[in-house]
């Protein structure tokens, strides 16, 4: 990619604008045809290519950019998007997989499948751990068949004095995981 002219550059993150289909991926190469039209190579989130003509798509986000509207819980700061071989050098199936990340804080969080939509917030190493302790406790409940999950849902909602709507254990913070983990080993 030499050419400056053109309208995106690798490691741009790019949605595409036409047909009956939505597409989002990072601009890996681009190349320029015998007739001199340039053509892009976009790579998804599974890491499969596809080349576009430009004017199919949009500059989503240049990654890498503070340009998220996430934003750290912890700081407040907006949240970088990565890609997840910053995260996971060791896991080549979450490369291509896209983050929030807020570094000063060590806090991240996933995307949906093939977007740049967070799963939920951003998390620190102490409050993911938090989280996987919460769910051995809450789902050992409902897996040894005495609740159905919903009805487990509804019961620890109601322990925890909130919405059945709003209790999810992924979007919880550390002090209600701990309470999660006390209330269900009580049962
Ligand atoms: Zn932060």
Redesign the pocket.
């Known amino acids: 990619m030499n050419n400056l002219s053109l309208p995106f550059v690798c490691g741009d993150i790019v949605a595409k604008t036409t047909g009956d289909y939505t597409f989002e991926g990072v601009v890996v190469a681009a190349f320029n045809k015998k007739s001199g039209a340039v053509r892009y190579v976009v790579e998804d989130g599974r890491g499969l290519l596809f080349i576009f003509n430009p004017t199919s798509l949009v500059l989503k986000q240049i990654i890498g950019e503070n340009m998220s509207k996430v934003t750290?819980p912890?700081?407040n700061?907006p949240a970088k998007l990565i890609t997840g071989d910053k995260l996971y050098p060791h896991r080549r199936d979450l490369y291509h997989k896209f983050f929030y990340q807020?570094a000063?804080?060590k806090?991240y969080v996933g995307c949906h499948p093939d977007s740049t939509k967070p799963l939920g917030r951003l998390a620190t190493a102490e409050l993911r751990k938090a989280k996987q302790e919460a769910h051995v406790a809450f789902d050992s409940i409902w897996r040894h068949g005495d609740l159905p999950r919903w009805e487990a849902y509804k019961w620890l909602a109601k322990e925890l004095n909130i919405p059945a709507d709003t209790c999810h254990i992924g979007q919880f913070d550390t002090s209600q995981c701990r309470r999660v983990i006390e209330i269900c080993n009580r049962r």
Request: proline residues 12%; contains cysteine.
């Open positions: 750290c912890y700081c700061e807020c000063p804080c806090a």
